[in-house]
């Protein structure tokens, strides 16, 4: 397993701004996920003061500790929130089996407007989780929306949703807007996930490697459009994603067949005109 | 003693026209007998409204179209083509 920490490319960042969360299959080790299974099933860890840093929240040799020192999760964490984020909160959700009710789809914690910062949330799957286990139910792209906690409760299936099914050790980090849920558990078998969701505490520009920032693949990534997006809205979402890109990337000139940049065009007169009015 | 309940179903669409595709589903069940959920399917039940339609469904409400608010205009938020559709059952 390499040891060095692995930062996002800027194609990969472009993914997460894009459809608001990144997927890591099978990045934890074997031994990791049956100890994190025991831990699990003997109930939830103690809470974290809210905005505690890391090392604080979860000492050296702790198994979140070492969750977050796996190379590819540190990596992508950095890239996305920063080095020394704040741990905002974090908990085991546990499914029994035939456990009977799903969540309804909503976004953690209130109506989020910021347009340039965002927090990340964390989810390890510490065993494979099947279709009948009924993992999480993600909307891919839905994280820019304003919508306040379940009030989109009514909405069951969206086209392109995303049902979980993973190897043991996956992990997902996703934009604290994504619009999600747990499923019901049609199985026989219990299911964990652990959830940590990070405050950034440095300017999240350009935190990850940025050697192909300038790549045809960034722009392909953002202008990806999604099954369940309204063909009017799409246009909107593509429009808000160009202005989180911009922020992150330190480019405020960037743009996607000149929709940002075509509605805030205001020529200046030329001077011997504006003389002359 | 024969009763009436109702099922509906709610249909997301791209646009606002009736016969456009459908992006989004969702069920409920008056008569007790499914449990419609979150997540329980990747595919819709019909590919349009106006299929529902076909299918014997009664629409009874579709959303108004609403002007953004202004400073809005570029915000996205719930999605806005929410078609509402009806069955009898007797039971």
């Known amino acids: 397993m390499p040891t060095t920490k692995q930062l996002l490319s800027s194609v990969e960042v472009a993914r997460f701004t894009a459809q608001g969360f990144l997927r890591l299959d099978g990045v934890v080790p074997r031994e990791m996920n049956e100890e994190a299974l025991g831990l699990f099933a003997a109930g939830a860890p103690p809470a974290v003061p809210y905005g505690t840093p890391v090392p604080v929240a979860f000492p050296e040799g702790s198994f979140a500790r070492r969750l977050l020192g796996l190379p590819s999760v540190a990596g992508a964490l950095e890239s996305l929130v920063g080095p020394d984020p704040a741990v905002d909160h974090h908990f085991v959700h546990t499914r029994p089996p035939h456990e009977g009710s799903a969540q309804p789809l909503h976004a953690d914690a209130l109506i989020d407007v910021r347009a340039d910062a965002f927090d990340v949330q964390l989810m390890y799957y510490p065993q494979e989780v099947t279709a009948g286990m009924g993992g999480t139910l993600v909307v891919p792209g839905s994280h820019l929306r304003r919508t306040n906690e379940s009030d989109t409760g009514r909405y069951q299936n969206l086209r392109g949703q995303t049902r979980l099914t993973c190897p043991a050790g996956t992990v997902l980090l996703l934009h604290h807007g994504i619009w999600h849920g747990g499923r019901r558990n049609d199985s026989d078998t219990v299911r964990h996930m652990y959830k940590i969701r990070f405050n950034p505490t440095v300017p999240q520009v350009r935190l990850w490697d940025t050697r192909d920032v300038d790549s045809p693949a960034v722009r392909e990534e953002l202008r990806r459009t999604f099954p369940w997006y309204e063909q009017a809205t799409a246009r909107l979402e593509i429009h808000n994603r160009i202005l989180l890109w911009r922020s992150l990337s330190a480019d405020p000139g960037f743009d996607i067949d000149h929709w940002a940049t075509r509605i805030t065009n205001r020529p200046a007169a030329p001077a011997a005109q504006r003389s002359t009015a | ?91």
Do not use: I, N
Not at chain 2, 45 to 52: L, V
Not at chain 2, 57 to 79: C, D, I, K
């Open chain 2, 1 to 91: 003693m024969t009763t009436t309940r109702q099922q509906v179903l709610v249909l997301y669409l791209d646009t606002s026209a009736l016969d456009s595709k459908v992006v989004g589903w969702a069920r409920y069940d008056g008569t007790g007998t499914t449990r419609p959920t979150t997540g329980d399917s990747d595919e819709p039940p019909y590919e349009t409204g106006t299929a529902a339609l076909e299918d014997g469904w009664r629409l009874f409400q579709a959303s108004p179209l609403v002007p953004p608010y202004p400073g809005a205009e570029h915000a996205t938020s719930f999605l806005k083509h929410e078609f509402f559709f009806e069955k009898l059952v007797r039971q």
